[in-house]
């Protein structure tokens, strides 16, 4: 028999407990999940900061992988000049990384009275208006050299004015000396020095005068600084003027001056193959040296590749008969080496070329200087090294110390330290002042 009530009771019954099941689910459903534990926090958080701060050490290390094939490459798909630019901006802001590894003691040298904690050095041209000197000590470059600069700011030649020879790691250039002049990297270099003076005076607890003084105008323990110093292009092939004038106004700030007498893209710059002119640039310009107050700053003469042996002679003993402090050899050349590869057809570009192919004629040179000299006068390598075997064989060769830059382009940041650590595993525990002039004394 049907009854209407008594099944809507029996229903309700039934239903009751899936009601409540229901309910229990959707109650276990919107129930949010338990925080993380504090521990979780705390093992996180110092997961993440360990990484984060691995990374950042190892991307700032100079010597990073990541330098030479992945930015680097990156960066020399650029116009050659805009890349230049770049590296530039990047190492004036402290954006560039860094060489933390302490130079080992094999590779100290004296030079001018300073200790120098490594004779690899960065040559003129790299950075022109002395923007990224502070970065580029942090490379770890025993020497930097700013320049060439000018008594009058000049934009040099119309570009494109700089190229790559890549199948041969080369590079020409035909930049004309451009540069900001005298006073605007005067005042660049004065206030770095003027301002890590005064920050050295507080750490040290002495007056600015009394410590700056007694610093190395580089500002920097062991490393040095040196000044190139050129013609304006609207000065007369004979004059020596523009020479004083730098030396005048840059010299009380340079750890050493370099008279550039051997540019191969300035007609009026080549007083090495002009003895004549060259003798009265060397003797006005250590006449004037002589004559500063307080601070006399090394003068240093730099030489191209292309002179013939009696040119050779000649420059040696006016070096000697002056007393030239040091000798750069070489700058880049105006020939085009045999067994220079270049599909691309580039060297047809003048200009001087530096890299690899300049490396033998750098090498003869500095080798004949070194013989010319007696090894009286130091003699600093530059052209074509890209190796610690390199430099090993222009230190045999007579070299004191010497220059890189056009490999730093194709290698990265990390070439100096690069060239320095393979030198100590070349030197064999030799110090790298026992080899220098090893081949004269064969």
Known sequence: MYKPGFSRITARVQSAPMLRCVRSFGSNAAQKPQPPSL?????????????????????????AGVHKYVTTPVVRLLDPEDAHNLSIGALKHGLGPVDRKSDNPLLEIELWGKKVSNPVGLAA????????????FGLGFGLVEVGSITPVAQEGNPRQRLFRIDESDAVINRMGLNNDGVQVCGDRIRSRFWRLAASQSKQKGET??????????????????????????????????????????????????????????????AASSDI????????????????????????????????????????????????????IATNTTRLRPEGLVDSQDIAKEEGGLSGRPLRDMALATTREMYRLTNGRIPIIGCG?????????AFAKAGAT??????????????????????????????????????????
């Open 125 to 136: 041209g790299f950075d022109k208006n002395a923007e990224a000197v502070g970065g580029l």
């Open 39 to 63: 521990l979780r926090n705390i093992i996180w958080t110092a997961t993440t900061a360990t990484v984060a701060g691995l990374g950042y050490l190892y991307v700032t290390d100079a010597s």
């Open 208 to 269: 600015v005068a009394s410590l700056a003084s007694a610093m190395n105008r580089s500002a920097c323990a062991n490393q040095l600084l040196g000044v190139n110093l050129g013609k304006n292009k609207s000065s007369p092939n004979d004059s020596y003027d523009d020479y004083v004038y730098g030396l005048l106004n840059l010299g009380p700030y340079a750890d050493y001056v370099v008279v550039n007498v051997s540019c191969p893209n300035v007609k009026n710059i």
């Open 384 to 392: 074509g090294i890209s190796s610690a075997a390199d430099a090993l």
């Open 401 to 442: 110390c010497v220059q890189i830059y056009t490999s730093m382009t194709y290698d990265g940041p990390g070439k100096a330290r690069e060239i320095k650590d393979g030198l100590v595993d070349l030197l064999k525990g030799r110090k790298w002042t026992d080899v220098v002039g090893e081949d004269a004394r064969k």
């Open 276 to 327: 004549g002119v060259l003798e009265s640039t060397i003797a006005e310009v250590v006449r004037a040296r002589n004559k500063m107050p307080n601070y006399r700053p090394p003068v240093v003469l730099k030489i191209g590749p292309d002179n013939n042996n009696d040119q050779l002679k000649l420059i040696a003993q006016l070096a000697l008969d002056y007393r030239i402090d040091g000798i």
